[in-house]
């Protein structure tokens, strides 16, 4: 069955970095397009950053651009994002997640991984 | 990418049939047939329940039923179960590996 297991999360200093990896199993990796999603404790979803299935085409929300990065290596079946100049408003659960169908546009979510927590604070 | 408009809050009885709206603009609901609504419970990840503004996923009971009209989008839960009290959310492809959520309704089943 599809699997998706983040890791790196943690307690950071503001304007730190840290960086987010997604195991992923299950599935022809390669062949699916992936998106971080996060939500800060108490809030909504937020769509953080997509990559297409080949790694060519990558896109991030605009209140993280210039600051995170999303990339995937589809050798290791890894997802990443580097999160660089993280603020207090960056504390959130943050979710990997995979398209609905093969060699798509990235276009709806179906798989969540069970989320892993980011805490910007000093 | 300013997010989607939905409602904070919804109700009803068991039995009974409940509407969220979701409301985006051109560039987003109304530009692309890829509307997808999501029921989250409490401490768990969001699970999709309705893709390509009305079809569901294996499994999703045809309680949760979905469609689209311009710029707004719905989703329906007719026959209301205990269960289905939950958070829901709507997003929209914008384009381009681009998703928009909406800010996320509560169901409360009274």
């Known amino acids: 069955q599809v699997q998706l297991v983040e890791s790196g999360g943690g307690v950071v200093q503001p304007g730190g970095s840290l960086r987010l990896s997604c195991a992923a199993s299950?599935?022809?990796?390669?062949?699916?397009?992936m998106h971080w999603v996060r939500q800060a404790p108490g809030k909504g979803l937020e769509w953080v950053a997509g990559i297409s299935y080949d790694g060519s085409s990558e896109y991030s929300a605009d209140s993280v651009k210039g600051r995170f990065t999303i990339s995937r290596d589809n050798s290791k079946n890894t997802l990443s994002l580097q999160m660089n100049s993280l603020r207090p408003e960056d504390t959130s659960v943050y979710y990997c997640a995979r398209d609905l169908g093969e060699r798509g546009v990235g276009a709806t979510v179906y798989y969540w991984g069970q989320g892993i927590l980011v805490t910007v604070s000093s | 990418q300013s997010a989607l408009t939905q409602p904070r809050s919804v109700s009803g009885s068991p039995g009974q049939s409940v509407a969220i709206s979701c409301t985006g603009t051109?560039?987003?609901?109304?530009?692309?047939?890829?509307v997808s609504w999501y029921q989250q419970h409490p401490g768990k990840a969001p699970k999709l329940m309705i893709y390509n503004v009305n079809k569901r996923p294996s499994g999703v009971p045809d309680r949760f039923s979905a469609s689209k009209s311009g710029n707004t989008a719905s989703l329906t839960i007719s026959g209301l179960q205990a269960e289905d009290e939950a958070d829901y959310y709507c997003c929209s492809y914008a384009g381009s590996y681009t998703l928009v959520f909406g800010g996320g309704t509560r169901l409360t089943v009274l």
């Open positions: 051109s560039s987003d609901v109304g530009g692309y047939n890829f």
């Open positions: 299950g599935f022809t990796f390669s062949n699916y397009a």
